[in-house]
């Protein structure tokens, strides 16, 4: 297949219908020392044995600090309408209250080139790299780090005002807490219910803090945020209560208090020992109203009790699954758009800002055959048309990720890219997976020229 194919009727061949690439600074940029970067709690917790796959780190990855113009290019060649990326932080502002001019103009420079080209630039403030002095003092189990995001929220967009077409707060506020601060799989390695509760709530005040700020420094952007979700599956008829608790966990306990400005009781009266201090007032902030929702969608979860009595995951052996292990669901995509709209009777516009599939690829010959890719993106792809159908409006989807790049802490090992990269020389070369969005959006832009 060399093309994805949606139905003619669909609506996300309609002209304001937004295709997009994702990538984030860490995963991308490398240079980490330079233009006045210091580091982030990534560049920290990748020294600390055994905590990422192979020892690998973000010190290089994809060089796109040095390589940013023709990746630029790059993305524009694949005919898509908008470039998702992030800011990092530690280059914004390398020590306490000290704004690096050099690192606001690297991004202005990439900006400009993205409107050159025509593209959009959809931007994430925050994509889980805290600078590391703040984690010295707390990182987000500390409730200053909250008005520290909201005060880097304002210098980026005072800064770069309506120039940044969409602005997002937090990427997956469920990571970086749960992660990074209950499991300790992440950055910066803390384990502790209450300590990821607690960096949850921190991170949901950070956004709130945001919001006004962001609306008054670029009234002409559009402001939200981006979720992970996962919808889950009962495993035996006994597990529905399994599979409710999983997503109240999983998603409600962060869209929930900006949609509803609460927290879901399920997991309030379950967390009675690890619930967060929660101020007069918190709520109402981080229920500020948003213009979207980012949902970021890879897989499912299918769940179970244990014998403790503890939710546990369970493998769906003989379905497929991706190079990382995560089951191939589209219909789940479906579900959860489906499940959303019914729970949130005030559900903004959404945007898939993720969906991907990561493979053991290789370059031969000048050609990576990512056929697992391709049969994902267009599974998933139908699966958001078919949401549409049902009612939900969706108004973008953002392929992750432009290019391999840093996997967190599976390190170079998980390759998610629609492009790849040979690391020994920084090449890339467009996977089948990218070739066939790029035929796609060529086609669409035909149709709609010829009208
Ligand atoms: C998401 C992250 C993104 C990438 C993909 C595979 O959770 O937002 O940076 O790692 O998963």
């Not at 995001?149 to 990427?171: E, H, P, Q, R």
């Not at 979700?229 to 998603?251: F, L, V």
């Not at 009781?265 to 619930?275: A, F, G, I, P």
């Not at 769940?303 to 369970?314: H, L, P, R």
Request: one cysteine or more.
């Amino acid at each position: 297949m060399n093309q994805y194919r949606l139905p003619s009727d669909s609506k996300m061949l309609d002209s304001d219908f937004v295709f997009g690439v994702a990538t984030s600074s860490y995963q991308i940029e490398g240079a980490v020392t330079e233009g006045g970067r210091t580091p982030s709690i990534w560049d920290t917790f990748c020294k600390v044995e055994g905590k990422v796959d192979n020892g690998d780190n973000g010190d290089i990855a994809c060089d796109h600090y040095h390589l940013w113009e023709q990746d630029i290019e790059m993305i524009h060649s694949l005919g898509v309408d908008a470039y998702r990326l992030s800011i990092a932080w530690p280059r914004i502002f390398p020590k306490e209250d000290c704004v690096n001019p050099e690192g606001l103009a690297f991004y202005d420079k990439l900006i400009d080139k993205c409107h050159e080209l025509g593209m959009k630039v959809y931007v994430t403030l925050y994509h889980w790299d805290l600078p590391q002095y703040l984690e010295d003092r707390g990182g987000w189990l500390n409730r200053e780090t909250a008005y520290k995001f909201a005060n880097y929220a304002d210098v980026v967009s005072d800064y770069f005002g309506d120039k940044i077409d969409v602005y997002t707060t937090l990427n997956e506020p469920f990571v970086s807490a749960f992660l990074g601060y209950r499991w300790g799989y992440h950055a910066p390695g803390v384990e502790g219910d209450a300590e990821g509760f607690l960096a949850a709530h921190h991170l949901m005040l950070g956004h709130g803090l945001a919001m006004p700020i962001l609306r008054q420094n670029a009234p002409q952007s559009k402001h939200g945020i981006v979720f992970n979700a996962s919808p889950a599956y009962p495993n035996t008829d006994q597990d529905q209560s399994a599979a409710n608790y999983s997503e109240a966990e999983n998603y409600q306990w962060f869209i929930d208090p900006v949609l509803k400005g609460e927290y879901p009781s399920l997991v309030w009266e379950h967390q009675v020992s690890n619930r967060p201090m929660v101020l007069q007032g918190d709520l109402d902030i981080i229920s500020a109203p948003v213009d979207y929702i980012g949902i970021n969608y890879y897989s499912r979860n299918v769940v179970s009790y244990d014998e403790n009595g503890d939710i546990k995951t369970v493998k769906q052996e003989g379905a497929d699954h991706t190079h990382i292990g995560w089951e191939i669901y589209p219909q789940g995509l479906t579900d959860l758009l489906v499940r959303l709209k019914a729970r949130y009777s005030n559900f903004p516009p959404l945007y898939i800002t993720e969906n991907g599939a990561a493979g053991d690829d290789h370059c031969v010959d000048g050609e990576v055959l990512d056929e697992q890719r391709v049969n994902y993106f267009q599974e998933h792809l139908n699966a958001v048309d078919t949401a549409m159908r049902a009612g939900v409006q969706v108004n973008g989807y953002f392929a992750w990720s432009l290019m391999d790049n840093f996997e967190w802490a599976f390190g170079y090992a998980q390759r998610f890219g629609m492009v790849h990269v040979d690391y020994q020389t920084q090449k890339r070369t467009l996977k089948q997976s990218a070739i066939a969005y790029r035929n796609m959006l060529v086609t669409r832009s035909e149709e709609k020229k010829n009208g």
